[in-house]
Structures are given as C-alpha cells and as structure tokens.
T-cell receptor
C-alpha cells in the first residue's frame, strides 16, 4: 500500500544544531507540504513543493529550508535550531488538482530543542 | 488573507448529534475540508465540499455555504471513539490553510 513516512519520530537536539526531518511518500504525489502543530495554533504551513525542483515558502518559513530532488522526498532542515522550533512536524502530500481537497499526512515528528 | 475560525471545544454525550462550525475569510477559495485528529496521531481526511450543500459520509456530514463563508461538520450517533480534534481547512489552488481546531469530548 502507498504511504507517507517521517523520520525520526522523536528527536531531542540542542540550540544551534542543524536538524533534518525526512519525509518519504510512495503515493507518487506531486504536491508535498510541511506543517508544524503547536497548541492553540492548529497546523501552520512551513514550506511546500508542487514538483521536483519546486519549493515555496509558507506562513512560518523563517529558520527552515526544504529541497525537492525527486518526487518521493521532501526533507525539512532547521539550519540552526531554536527553542521556538520545538513542535510536532507533519509532512503531507496530495494529488495536484484532483478536486478532492484531501491531504495524506505522515505520523509526525516530535522535535524538542533544548 | 487566509484565516478560519472554529469553536475551541465542544462537549456532547454518546448517541447525540453535534455540529462543529467553521467560518473562513479567503480569497481564491476553492473548497472546505474536514480532518479528524486523535491525540498523538496524524490528521485524517473526513470530507470535502467544493459546492454549496450537504455531503454525507456515513455518520458524518459536511455542509458549505459559499455566500456565507461558512461550513459545518455534523456528527451523528456519537461514539466514544469520536473524541478527537476536528479541523476545517480551506484550499486555495493546491494549498491548504487550517483552522485552529475544535476539541470534541464525548461523554458516556
């Protein structure tokens, strides 16, 4: 079955370190997204991609970067982790223009920055 | 800008019907989706409305009124397992903006 997986599921790091969260989907979806979820804020869009070599900034992109070298993967990098980036991160994918409004989410990566 | 509003909490008893409202302010609005998220889990898709009216999927129904920038999720025959957070999300083009979520507690 097609799926979307994230790794690591849990990570603790220190302020100033670089961290990369991996996201891999086997749906063959063109669209991929990274959200962060914090209490009281719902899901906020960090970066998104509509295809290979395409990346775009979302609502809360400062301090984050992504790259899209193939269809399956959209890694999220925190260049210099800050305590404000402690959060749960969700990767998601969708078909482009399929008209269903459906996002497929990974299981999430819980990041703690000390 | 893109913003959605939902009540923060709703409580109901098992077997009852509950309605979770969502209002949105969007330009280039395409449609409204609903997602369910249990504690510690990932959001999962429930329904989508691109056109005005009611969409029914089993015990869950979703409604959209574009003229009122308003939609709701209706949950019937509530079960304990329905206790979760529910998010509305508007899509504009191929992007999605989420509301802050409504926490539903189902009491026995």
């Amino acid at each position: 079955d097609a799926e979307i997986t994230q790794s690591p599921r849990h990570k603790i790091t220190e302020t100033g370190r670089q961290v990369t969260l991996a996201c891999h989907q086997t749906w063959n979806h063109n669209n991929m997204f990274w959200y962060r979820q914090d209490l009281g804020h719902g899901l906020r869009l960090i970066h998104y991609s509509y295809g290979v070599q395409d990346t775009n900034k979302g609502e809360v992109s400062d301090g984050y970067s992504v790259s899209r070298s193939n269809t399956e993967d959209l890694p999220l990098t925190l260049e210099s982790a800050a305590s404000s980036q402690t959060s749960v991160y969700f990767c998601a994918s969708s078909e482009s223009d399929d008209g269903t409004g459906e996002l497929f989410f990974g299981e999430g990566s819980r990041l703690t920055v000390l | 800008g893109q913003s959605l509003e939902q009540p923060s909490e709703v409580t109901a008893v098992e077997g009852a019907i509950v309605q979770i409202n969502c209002t949105y302010q969007t330009s280039g609005f395409y449609g409204l989706s609903w997602y369910q998220q249990h504690d510690g889990g990932a959001p999962t898709f429930l329904s989508y409305n691109a056109l005005d009216g009611l969409e029914e999927t089993g015990r869950f129904s979703s409604f959209l009124s574009r003229s009122d920038s308003y939609g709701y999720l209706l949950l019937q025959e509530l079960q304990m397992k329905d206790s979760a957070s529910y998010f509305c999300a508007s899509n504009y083009g191929q992007n999605f903006v989420f509301g802050p979520g409504t926490r539903l507690s189902v009491l026995p």
